[in-house]
């Protein structure tokens, strides 16, 4: 299987050395739900999907859980979260005030990685093949924002294969 890519234009006249050139960006095809984790987890192992599910299904909220009590919570194979801040600096430490000066909470997250020669490569990345979209091939356009779907289509042909960059 491959990471798909469609092509694109930049059209934004502000990015001077950018604009008029063609990019390629990643292509979200479908999306894959907790049941569907768990029929694969269980093709891969001895547990059964009910009792997968159920672990999978406790698995954000005990995340959650932990990184609200400033922990740090490693995956293998994954990545590692943790919670951190935006502030507005203060002039001296005594007018740093947490409800003035916090302005928001972000997730981090930190996928794992590990040496390979003498780069280093991301576990999810490793192996990946990038090919262009097919022509006619369904895809969604996420809106990451606002979260909405929409079928889109676009065309395609190629693939090779592309590690990540150091």
């Given at each position: 299987m491959s990471l798909f890519i469609k092509k694109y234009q930049n059209n934004?006249?502000?990015?001077?050395?950018?604009?008029?050139?063609?990019?390629?960006?990643?292509?979200?095809?479908?999306?894959?739900?907790?049941?569907?984790?768990?029929?694969?987890?269980?093709?891969?192992?001895t547990v059964k999907r009910a009792d997968?599910?159920?672990?999978?299904s406790e698995l954000g909220p005990a995340i959650k859980k932990e990184v609200q009590r400033s922990l740090k919570v490693t995956i293998p194979y994954l990545?590692?979260?943790?919670?951190?801040?935006?502030?507005?600096?203060?002039?001296?430490?005594?007018?740093?005030?947490i409800k003035k000066n916090v302005k928001g909470v972000r997730v981090?997250?930190?996928?794992?990685?590990?040496?390979?020669?003498?780069?280093m490569v991301k576990e999810l990345t490793r192996g990946v093949r990038v090919a262009e979209l097919p022509k006619n091939a369904t895809y969604l356009e996420e809106d990451d924002e606002?979260?909405?779907?929409?079928?889109?289509?676009q065309g395609g042909g190629t693939s090779g294969s592309v590690e990540e960059q150091p």
């Open positions: 934004n006249k502000e990015m001077k050395n950018a604009y008029g050139k063609w990019y390629g960006r990643a292509v979200i095809m479908d999306k894959v739900q907790i049941e569907d984790l768990a029929s694969e987890i269980e093709d891969n192992c997968i599910l159920a672990v999978l990545g590692s979260f943790k919670l951190g801040v935006r502030t507005t600096g203060a002039e001296t430490m005594e007018e740093f005030d981090l997250f930190y996928p794992e990685t590990k040496a390979d020669g003498n780069r606002a979260g909405t779907d929409s079928g889109q289509q």
